[in-house]
């Protein structure tokens, strides 16, 4: 094991987001600091109330009351308690002593950004948020670098999981507002309190966020216009519906050319979507941010919105960057292949097939290739037997010379199989006397 | 202005790429350079031939043919020739002497990557090649950077263009893979010589290099499997959708744990995808990247994969990313706000809107209601007349309130509209006596 330089991490919160980041960082620690080049030591976890019980299992000597102290003694600091105050004062310490931060706090960055990337600049050190926009989503960095050398035009996100949820419910099951989200909350995917999220604020936050990065401007939040979806109502969905429509909660930031020259626009409300769009497949509490660049065109990004362990990777993600940047500036640690892996030749691999074949329309034809396939270690999911169709060539010569001559076409579904496996019974089905012809095999992906 | 510190770029290669990459970089100059805080000066463009045809007008000015002279005294190095020689010395020989390379050569670093990456890491010099895995698509940042903190499981790609488009058709039409691929060529979306896209060598290229970021592994592309779709016909698409799937060239890479330990599958071809899956609705010259991770879950970028504009922005990016990394290690630029655009209110923002309205059903009321919405400046779309539905707290006192009482409900769908105009339009038709309610109204996006 390579003998890195140890770099101090707190971490502030111990909520469902911040047990999550400790666990990862406690199990995957190694791997992590082959990534960083740097190892990455959990100084500690500032909470109110070190007795409070936890969703996951941490020693309890990693929890101390005493932020201040934690902070000022680390390089690192993760930022997961929420809210405008301590957060703010707490960053702020932690930028002022030269530590680099890790947020996910989205009220904080739409209302106090400015400040904290102020703050940052002074002293060289560098604020990471990409939890804060789209929970798991990487978003910032495509915004923040991989689109610089473009002009961003229009950014249409759904960003908010509980809105989403509720109106994916409404438009399949043509459920009522209140219903689903007395559902929604009973199955812990809305708060008690769902003021945040179907009244828009969540999704106003981070629409700041993202506006500001996208068109490099201020964007307070007062400035983002909001309407949440509680007027949502079952015949406004219906009637979009019967219109091509989708209803879905969308934050909206847009470049608009006046007269008077740029301006731009950000807003947050429910808003129909043509059912062709890759915003309406965006089903249950998934996010995703549609970006219109000018000269990239339109680009995607999809995934979980929230959740504690998808906001988790996005926090270690940042953790690993800050230390990265601490280490090497940032180079070359990205592409280092420490884990070399061995790469293994296509027979190894496992999947699932389908199997096209022509046979002979004969009583036990089934039961052979059945048999051929179980010595082979392949197992059927599926079989259908499709109307026999003549070979295309017969066809030109002879249009009725497939039919009646007793043949069938089967489809042959399997299970996982491995690719050596499953070769070499195509071989043998191919060989046998009941199989006219193999017409494919083909492997199943992404079911 | 500022007085920015000047770096020099040095373009090598004026292709389709290349020559949008220099029109950009002249048209955008100061807008690339408030946001990489450098000024960015392209020193020339080296090309084989000095006056041959070009896609763009450039000055004649910046073209040379020594190549070497150009690298030497640039600060940031720009490959997009294409092929393994002479881009990689060219490249060697910028790093070499210090300079940050950017690069859209996919057939490059799919062979040459670590000679690179090592070059680069022997005098701190970084290498940024976003445009060579899915165009405009940012998918190295998120791969390298946001899922620093987490491990990737499974990579499916949709990363080649020309396939995409002759397998869409194919599916649409039920057309044969010649006669696609012959339109495709004369539309110019597959080259003269398709072979590099239809057998699968360019796909097997691109997953090289995303499995060796995302699973830290030096992939050799000898290690790639490699299935072409020239296989593909009809038949084979018909009978995928009539089993309820798309057939897609698929970039697999996955993880996979055996008895000896962890290894990995890099893989090319032509497979079945489930119609509900994301990458099913991948449509056209399109690609998408879907990445399984085990703690962020699924997330799918998705965007246009090639065109000479689309590769530009992210060669653009990539070109900013280095000039960050030149003048301040990176630090805090991206978040700057030097263009401070106003942020304007709701009310000048305009969209499109549908308005459903319950009216009276009488002669004339259609009229009426035009009227207003023109005098408001709202210009109507679309007018459809729905079957009359009595409100639902009518019907529970009388299943019969709202039948014959002569009303109808109306849904206007209108132009694109200025959101005043629009509400004060809204409530003069509430005001209308031929208007009996406002049912809803709501703005249109993403159609």
Chains 1, 2 share one sequence.
Not at 65 to 94: C, F, K, Q
Not at 120 to 149: C, H, K, M, N
């Amino acid at each position: 094991m390579i003998d890195y330089r140890r770099l101090r991490v707190a971490l502030l919160g111990a909520g469902a987001v911040g047990s999550q980041v400790a666990a990862l960082l406690l199990k995957h620690g190694d791997e992590l600091a082959d990534r960083a080049g740097a190892g990455l030591e959990l100084a500690g976890i500032a909470v109110r109330d070190v007795d409070a019980p936890r969703a996951t299992d941490l020693p309890r000597e990693l929890f101390t009351t005493d932020a201040e102290t934690l902070i000022v003694g680390s390089d690192i600091v993760i930022e997961l308690m929420g809210g405008i105050e301590p957060a703010r004062s707490y960053l702020l310490l932690a930028l002022r002593s030269g530590a680099d931060v890790v947020t996910a706090n989205k009220a904080l960055l739409a209302t106090h950004g400015p400040e904290l990337f102020d703050a940052a600049d002074q002293v060289g050190a560098q604020v990471y948020y990409e939890a804060a926009a789209a929970g798991a989503i990487p978003i910032i960095r495509p915004l923040r670098d991989s689109l610089a050398g473009d002009r961003v035009n229009r950014i249409m996100g759904i960003v908010n999981g509980t809105t989403n949820y509720i109106l994916d419910r409404m438009d399949t099951e043509g459920a009522d507002f209140g219903d689903v989200l007395a559902q929604a909350q009973a199955l812990g995917y809305a708060e008690a309190d769902p003021t945040a999220d179907v009244d828009g604020y969540d999704a106003a936050q981070k629409a700041a966020i993202l506006a500001s990065l996208a068109f490099h401007t201020t964007v307070p939040l007062e400035a983002v216009y909001r309407e949440g979806i509680r007027d949502v109502d079952a015949g406004i969905i219906e009637s979009a519906r019967r219109a091509g429509y989708v209803v879905k909660l969308l934050a909206v930031c847009e470049r608009m050319n006046g007269a008077t020259g740029e301006s731009i626009s950000v807003r947050v409300y429910p808003a129909l979507i043509d059912r062709g769009h890759p915003l309406a497949s965006v089903h249950g509490a998934n996010n995703a941010v549609f970006v219109e660049a000018e000269a990239a065109g339109s680009l995607m990004f999809y995934g979980a919105g929230a959740g504690g362990v998808q906001t988790a990777s996005a926090v270690l993600g940042d953790l690993v960057s800050a230390a990265r940047r601490h280490v090497a500036g940032g180079v070359g640690v990205g592409e280092s292949t420490y884990a070399n892996l061995p790469v293994v030749e296509i027979g190894r691999v496992t999947t699932r097939y389908q199997i096209t074949l022509e046979v002979d329309d004969q009583t036990g034809v089934l039961a052979t290739i059945a048999g051929i396939l179980s010595e082979g270690n392949v197992s059927i999911a599926t079989v259908e037997q499709t109307p026999t169709m003549p070979p295309i060539a017969d066809a030109s010569t002879s249009p009725a010379a497939g039919q009646g001559t007793g043949r069938a076409r089967l489809v042959i579904g399997t299970h996982k199989a491995v690719e050596r496996d499953l070769s070499e019974t195509v071989e043998r089905l191919a060989a046998s006397d009941v199989v006219e012809r193999v017409v494919s095999v083909l492997r199943v992906e992404a079911d």
